[in-house]
């Protein structure tokens, strides 16, 4: 997944040591460093169980024997690692390895980003695989503890495809998982649920892609309705067209709830922006009100947004470390919401 204008930055980034940094990005320092250097992560999705921050990423490889293409075949990710914190800032330790695709009885490949919640006494990962048939599914895995071992149920989450599932629990109880994403996501493949192998990406006219949906039964391993399309919508009520590219939806979906409101906030992928839109409740619509996080260097842009006592931050990836778009590395850096409950626009450079 990639475009011209973008490869030709990696190039040049590629090699480049942390001091050459700000050369590479138009003289200007990344407002945050990677939480870890020793293994390569992205799509940070983080929490706070019990006090304590858990994050719960991508672990990206470098896979020399994967041709890099448009389906992003080269985000090889093999297995998943849960890292923790004390507070932000604090130490961060590796946990080591949480979940492999060898011990996903149903997955052939691509362990691509996760999500996790807990219920019950009971810790619940889910993430996407592309199954023996090479089409991507949602899978669940539990633990008794937030950092693994999670053990995969036998099979995908029955009805379920696509990737970036994000699980949101609302204040009565009620849990839903949020899917999607185009291009190498396989979104375009599904139509009312169907899947289409012949399945296109939409003409920049035509209405674009939405992310999904699906309340989660209360065993939280399946669901308790039908999927439905997630309505993101301009400020005066209108979807958005393909056309609309630097604010339709991609990936990365992410609910939070601030001040009574519903934040949906999302990846736009070729545009390389991080929006949000609010709505009233968890299945919108949702309107569109701007950007949390202005294009990082790397070509995907995925991220969390979790509130740690009084404040809230918003974790995200970019390639500061590597100047490859498949090598990525975490950040994370305080979110502000203003007066009016829209959300101060972050730049991650300066």
């Known amino acids: 997944m990639k475009r011209a204008y973008t490869m030709l930055l990696l190039t040049a980034l590629m090699g480049c040591s942390l001091t ?13 460093q990677p939480l870890v250097s020793h293994i390569y992560t992205a799509d940070p999705s983080a929490h706070v169980f019990n006090g304590k921050i858990y ?29 923790s914190m004390d507070k932000i800032g604090g130490k961060v330790k590796d946990n080591g390895v949480a979940l492999s695709l060898e011990d996903v009885p149903w997955a052939g490949r ?6 996790a919640t807990y219920k019950n006494g009971t810790y619940y990962l889910y993430f996407p695989a592309k199954d023996k048939q090479d089409i991507f599914r949602i899978g669940v895995a539990t633990s008794k503890s937030p950092t693994g071992p999670f053990k995969a149920e036998p099979e995908p989450i ?3 495809y696509s990737i970036d599932p994000t699980v ?22 599904w139509d009312n649920n169907q899947y289409d192998p012949k399945g296109a990406l939409k003409q920049k006219n035509e209405v674009a892609y939405l992310p999904r949906v699906a309340r989660l039964s209360d065993d939280m391993k399946s669901f308790a309705e039908p999927v439905r399309e997630v309505q993101i919508l301009d400020e005066n009520g209108k979807p ?13 979906a992410w609910l939070h709830q601030y001040n009574g409101k519903y934040y949906f906030s999302y990846s736009t992928g070729d545009s390389h922006n991080l929006c949000y839109a609010i709505g009233d409740n968890p ?13 990082v260097l790397g070509w995907t842009n995925h991220h969390s947004i979790v509130q740690v006592d009084k404040k809230w ?31 101060k626009t972050i730049d991650a450079y300066k």
């Open 20 to 32: 050459t940094f700000a050369q590479t990005n138009g003289g200007k320092n990344p407002i945050s």
């Open 55 to 83: 994050i719960y990423p991508s672990h990206d490889i470098d896979a020399k024997d994967v041709k890099e293409d448009d389906e992003g075949g080269h985000f090889a990710m093999r297995d998943y690692h849960v890292l």
């Open 110 to 115: 691509q362990l691509w980003a996760p999500d």
């Open 158 to 160: 029955n009805g379920s």
């Open 168 to 189: 949101f629990q609302d204040a009565d109880g009620k849990a839903y998982l949020y899917f999607g994403g185009i291009w190498g996501g396989q979104l375009q493949r």
């Open 240 to 252: 958005f067209l393909e056309k609309d590219n630097d604010k339709r939806f991609f990936e990365a």
């Open 283 to 295: 299945y919108g619509p949702f309107t569109y009100k701007g950007l949390v996080l202005k294009p």
């Open 313 to 343: 931050y918003l974790f995200y990836h970019d390639v500061q470390l590597s100047g490859k778009t498949h090598l990525r590395n975490v950040k994370v850096t305080e979110l502000t919401h203003n007066p009016d409950g829209t959300i």
